[in-house]
């Protein structure tokens, strides 16, 4: 079977606005992080991906950078007491992490479908 041609969507504009690496018009979350059982415009399967601790390792990779680069900054032109550390820097940390991760995972998904990663669709298989 000849797959049906869909215009090509950016990994990047996939995982910012959570669409469908392949159509990039169906949502690929159904929750926050929870990832739809497949598209609802062109139908690809969601279901054999495994972005596993890929987005979460690219955070916490990127994240701590920036904000340890940052806490040593301040702590060495500022001196601030730790309170004002952890009031700082927690917040910052939390909010980036949860911030993060659905388009890191998104973008992690997108990157298994430009690869071939992502099993073929059933209807696929079967004509
Ligand atoms: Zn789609």
Known sequence: MVEPRYSSISLVRSGLSGKCPRCGHGQLFSGYLTVSERCD????????QDAGDGPAVFIIL?????????????????GPPLWLHLLLWTPATLGGSVLLLRPFKAFMIALHYKHGLLAPDQNDKIL
Do not use: K
Request: hydrophobic share 70%; with cysteine.
């Open 41 to 48: 415009v062109c139908g690809l399967d969601f279901q054999s």
């Open 62 to 78: 990127i994240l701590g950078f920036i904000i340890v680069g940052a806490a040593a900054l301040f702590e060495i032109f500022a």
